[in-house]
């Protein structure tokens, strides 16, 4: 199957009310061609699991700006005052989690669990609703794990059968995100011949991408 597709084609495949992973860190290994396509788009009252909601004029910060979410489930958002606003406001549904839980969270997704045990919010509002478990006298929250419909991702080099390499910080959530969608969709910085990719570089396997668009 031809992976490679156009951008219009790409951003088809997200609907209003879906669940959408990005990937990236601050903007760093967001990919951005893909974020301002959909706010071409208009798609609408997305819930959104990232790092972070980016900057107000970078990232995925441009989606809550646009209004375009109607949730977040992010580990910080102090980087984007707008993302803060419409929280206080009501407007826009936040759940802030620690990194390394949702990070945990989104691989246990991808690994077909159900959750991840985490001593993280015990004893804190965070634990409230949840479920505890007591292990050898230790009490953990059950974390439940996260998927989504579509995953967002941006990789620096991509080859024609969808393997990708990240280069550096870029790397990031993409790899966990890549396992954790139903339709996983990669904007290459450069396509290169299969072939030429050095297998000791591929850090995501095309086969758990379904589609590519050039930057």
Do not use: W
Request: net charge negative.
């Amino acid at each position: 199957m031809k992976k490679l597709i156009s951008m219009k084609e790409a951003v088809a495949h997200v609907k209003d009310g879906m669940t959408v992973m990005i990937g990236g860190f601050l903007a760093c290994g967001t990919p951005h061609a893909i974020v301002d396509a959909l706010i071409e788009s208009g798609v609408k009252d997305l819930t959104i699991i990232a790092n972070d909601t980016g900057f107000v004029d970078r990232g995925i910060g441009r989606l809550v700006v646009s209004g375009q979410a109607k949730r977040v489930i992010v580990s910080h958002i102090g980087t984007n005052k707008e993302t803060g606003r419409l929280m206080n406001e009501g407007k826009l549904a936040v759940d802030l989690v620690p990194q390394g839980t949702l990070a945990e969270q989104v691989r246990a997704g991808g690994a077909g669990l159900g959750g991840v045990l985490t001593p993280i919010g015990v004893g804190t509002p965070v634990a409230e609703g949840k479920d505890h478990l007591i292990i050898d006298g230790k009490t953990y929250l059950l974390e439940k794990a996260l998927k989504a419909d579509v995953a967002l991702l941006y990789g620096s080099k991509v080859d024609e059968k969808g393997n990708v390499f990240y280069n550096e910080a870029t790397r990031n959530f993409n790899p966990l995100m890549a396992m954790a969608a139903e339709t996983v969709i990669v904007e290459a910085q450069e396509m290169v011949e299969t072939g030429t990719l050095d297998p000791h570089l591929v850090m995501t396997p095309g086969l758990f991408v379904s589609y590519i668009v050039k930057a």
